[in-house]
């Protein structure tokens, strides 16, 4: 029996509760940077080196390592799978489904909230089998995450899916990071210049107010400084960036007049700023946008 768990935390606090079988984290972020359907491990390696500051050949050897231990899980007796209610767990699970889909027994422990040491004996108990209708959603579902026109998304959003909760609601939480109809932003962006307001904020202000309540990005501290270091290195930049000394030094944002103008909506964030980024297999460029409508609730092409 093998575990299959996302994230160290929890993988290491199932291993001290003795449970039987091997504890393995996947160590990916399949919710962040490019994911096309033949994305291979280079391209995702120098992306999470140059997005967290990590050495390349570190990244590159995880992931090699990682690929060999999925595919001998395939020989073992039981595959379980640990994840969560939110787009990281999410977009990791699809890939994970689609991978051990025809494995001969393949489960999960799929919960709405965060797992803790406490409770990790009784979810492993409960845990269900994943039934030939999941997995088929399942496939479906990675398959429009990873397609380069993303409007293959839309369909998860219209449909309620009775087979795999959490599924809709995910994804619709993915498909509104795309640039908005209103003023260019995606989710993830708005949600940080709103929270900074007028005024500047301390990173660990900013982060504690990021994603408070469910329907969850699931994102960590370093994928959100990430995308705020972003926002501050713009050619047209939304924010101001400095740091103080100290240990750990702290890193303050406010806002620029480029970002209220764009929060009035009187200027569009992709017209100041060609874009330049993944959202599963979808390639934002300045040639190649796809909007959210959050009145209609779908993905559209942008003329």
């Not at 492993?124 to 397609?147: C, H, L, N, Q």
């Amino acid at each position: 029996m093998i575990h299959i768990h996302n994230g160290d935390v929890v993988a290491e606090a199932a291993r001290r509760t003795g449970m039987s079988g091997e504890h393995v984290s996947f160590r990916e972020a399949l919710a962040t940077g490019p994911v096309p359907r033949d994305v291979d491990i280079e391209t995702r390696a120098r992306f999470l080196s140059d997005a967290h500051q990590d050495h390349l050949l570190r990244v590159r050897n995880t992931l090699l390592s990682q690929e060999r231990v999925l595919d001998e899980a395939m020989h073992q007796d039981e595959v379980v799978l640990w994840f969560e209610h939110d787009l990281f767990c999410l977009a990791n699970l699809l890939k994970m489904l689609d991978r051990f889909g025809s494995h001969r027994r393949l489960t999960l422990v799929w919960c709405p909230e965060p797992l803790s040491s406490e409770d990790l004996v009784m979810r492993f108990d409960s845990r269900g089998a994943v039934t030939p209708a999941m997995i088929k959603i399942a496939r479906e579902a990675w398959s429009a995450y990873t397609s380069p026109d993303p409007t293959a998304l839309n369909r998860f959003i219209r449909e309620e899916w009775r087979d795999f909760p959490f599924l809709r609601d995910g994804l619709t939480l993915h498909a509104s990071r795309f640039p908005s109809t209103l003023n260019g932003l995606g989710v993830v962006e708005q949600r940080l210049l709103d929270i900074i307001g007028i005024g500047s904020g301390d990173f660990h202000y900013i982060f504690g107010r990021f994603d408070p309540a469910p329907p969850r990005l699931g994102f960590g501290d370093a994928e959100v400084m990430r995308v705020l270091q972003v926002l501050s290195s713009l050619a047209v930049p939304l924010l101001t960036m400095w740091e103080e000394p100290g240990t750990p030094p702290k890193a303050f944002f406010a806002r620029t007049p480029a970002a209220e103008n764009v929060l009035r909506g009187e200027v569009d964030y992709l017209a100041v700023n060609d874009p330049d980024y993944w959202l599963g297999g979808a390639h934002i460029t300045k040639e190649n946008i796809w909007r959210w409508d959050a009145d209609r609730r779908e993905i559209i092409a942008s003329s």
